[in-house]
Nanobody, 125 residues
Framework: QVQLVESGGGSVQAGGSLRLSCVAS????????MAWFRQAPGKEREGVAA?????????YADSVKGRFTISKDNAAKNTMYLQMNSLKPEDTAMYYC?????????????????WGQGTQVTVSS
């Protein structure tokens, strides 16, 4: 059973930055693909960014391109990050880490089998 634990959320003013982390455990193989999703109150959960198991392929939602960067720990590959710069009030949401084994999930939430509990990001204007 894969377990995902997010951290790094918080409250910032517009224009500020945050770095989210997600640590995966409970799975022996490193062939899992990971992603960040977010869900604002009253809205559906949406994909933000995804990364392959090697950390060499990434994809982003149009709304965050150029502002957010997804990456993986080079050594362990079980830790994923989301560097969020130039934050906007519309980025306010609960951010979730997700993982799937041996399949490229992209930004499709239905492709992911494992989810973290989420970390709250609040951006004030």
């Amino acid at each position: 059973q894969v377990q995902l634990v997010e951290s790094g959320g918080g409250s910032v003013q517009a224009g500020g930055s945050l770095r989210l982390s997600c640590v995966a455990s409970g799975y022996t193989s490193r062939d899992y693909y990971m992603a960040w999703f977010r869900q604002a109150p009253g809205k559906e959960r949406e994909g933000v960014a995804a990364i392959n198991f090697g950390g060499t392929t990434t994809t982003y939602a149009d709304s965050v391109k150029g502002r957010f960067t997804i990456s993986k720990d080079n050594a362990a590959k079980n830790t994923m990050y989301l560097q969020m710069n130039s934050l906007k009030p519309e980025d306010t949401a609960m951010y979730y880490c997700a993982a799937v084994v041996r399949v490229w999930g992209g930004l499709d939430r239905d492709s992911y089998d494992y989810w973290g509990q989420g970390t709250q990001v609040t951006v004030s204007s």
